[in-house]
């Protein structure tokens, strides 16, 4: 069992960068494949970023390629994402999510076993 805590959600204009940080508990972390998500109101959670256990890979979707960074930090127990040249489009609440019965990169929802409360990003125009 692992809890996952996001923090780092905010209100920032068009163009602004924003570091999401996910905190996870317990001594296994390194051995998780982590995603981020997002969630607008009406519309389904999508996938945003993956890295890997070792944090050698990582992938994206399409919206946000060349915008937005996922790192983590095993030591830390922390996986991060770097969100920059924000557009209001990117408004939706962050969720991290973490999946420790599969290796690689997991883009689907519905493989991750464990999610956090989710942290708000606003995103004005």
């Known amino acids: 069992q692992v809890q996952l805590v996001e923090s780092g959600g905010g209100l920032v204009q068009a163009g602004d960068s924003l570091r999401l940080s996910c905190t996870a508990s317990g001594r296994t972390f390194s051995s998780y494949v982590m995603g981020w998500f997002r969630q607008a109101p009406g519309v389904e959670r999508e996938f945003v970023a993956t890295i890997s256990r070792s944090g050698a890979r990582t992938y994206y979707a399409d919206s946000v390629k060349g915008r937005f960074t996922i790192s983590r930090d095993n030591a830390k127990n922390t996986v991060y994402l770097q969100m920059n040249s924000l557009k209001p489009e990117d408004t939706a609440v962050y969720y991290c999510?973490?999946?420790?019965?599969?290796?690689?990169?997991?883009?689907?929802?519905?493989?991750?076993?464990?999610w956090g409360q989710g942290t708000q990003v606003t995103v004005s125009s």
């Open positions: 999510a973490a999946e420790a019965n599969q290796n690689g990169l997991i883009t689907a929802a519905s493989r991750y076993d464990y």
